[in-house]
């Protein structure tokens, strides 16, 4: 269901018919308004996990996350696995609605829950191993945060190999074709524009993370083989705030401010968010 927005949410169960009085009279419907409600949306999803027949999820925009965040910490503490958010309209791409829209610290605040898988997939074939992941996994509930814009699918690698790669977290989106120098890490939205950027660079490798919380229950091996410790020279690109990628990078082009009312590429260019820009980055680092 939905709190309010599904004409742009859209997380709906086509036939899956109403649930409620107020629409179809029928209490066998599969979906749930919960109006202008996010808080009440998080708890009755959370009653539905606890009883433990049927799998949930509630939806909203992302910059709304904080409406409803008690009761997705309660979620996590209770690993409530039947549980899932499906959180739209994920950065500055947001555009004309403005800074009030624009979630640039809200990802980076679900990621410190404990217990919380949060998914920002790149494209079609992540998005579907993050639905898989969500729907399957065992130990708590997970975060699925969408883009309102449209997004290049990565054709540098076959789709099941995307969504493998997906599914543990963080995975070798393009690899390097002479000896490595740099590892662009990226997420989302941005991973297109480091891709675009190391097709400039031979040495450079670009891992996809659309998980940070799946790629670090990983073996050891698997981690040294995406990240290999050998290479210091990292730079992570997100549309948000950087604090969280530093983990993983000595240098972040990220959102460390709000941003502003314009079309949703401007505000991302002007921002930032551009190959152009990375590359300029990299550019810097010894």
Request: net charge negative; proline share 4%.
């Amino acid at each position: 269901g939905s709190a309010d927005l599904h004409g742009s949410c859209r997380n709906y169960i086509d036939e899956g018919g109403n649930f409620g009085v107020g629409f179809d009279k029928s209490y066998a419907g599969k979906n749930l308004y919960f109006g202008i409600r996010e808080h009440s949306m998080g708890a009755i999803c959370n009653g539905f996990a606890y009883h433990g027949l049927f799998k949930i999820s509630g939806s909203t925009f992302a910059v709304f996350a904080d409406y409803f965040r008690p009761t997705v910490r309660v979620a996590a503490l209770a690993e409530l696995n039947r549980v899932s958010w499906v959180l739209t309209h994920d950065s500055i791409g947001v555009g004309e609605d403005g800074p009030t829209h624009q979630p640039v610290e809200t990802v980076s605040g679900l990621r410190v829950f404990p217990n919380l898988d949060v998914y920002r997939p790149a494209d079609a074939e992540e998005t579907v191993a993050a639905y898989v992941s969500s729907v399957t996994r065992k130990e708590g509930p997970t975060a699925l945060i969408f883009s309102r814009q449209n997004l290049e699918q990565n054709t540098a690698m076959p789709a099941a190999e995307r969504r493998a790669g997906a599914l543990k977290g963080a995975y070798i989106a393009k690899k390097e074709t002479e000896d490595l120098d740099v590892i662009i890490i990226a997420t989302g939205s941005e991973v297109q524009h480091a891709l675009k950027a190391a097709e400039s660079l031979p040495g450079a490798r670009v891992v996809s993370m659309p998980c940070m919380e799946a790629y670090e229950r990983q073996s050891d091996e698997y981690k040294e083989s995406v990240l290999p410790s050998s290479c210091t020279k990292r730079i992570a690109m997100e549309a948000g705030v950087t604090g969280l990628w530093y983990k993983y990078a000595s240098k972040v082009v990220g959102v460390d401010r709000f941003g502003f009312s314009a079309p949703g590429d401007i505000v991302m260019k002007e921002l930032g968010m551009s190959p152009e820009n990375l590359l300029a980055e990299i550019e810097t680092m010894n």
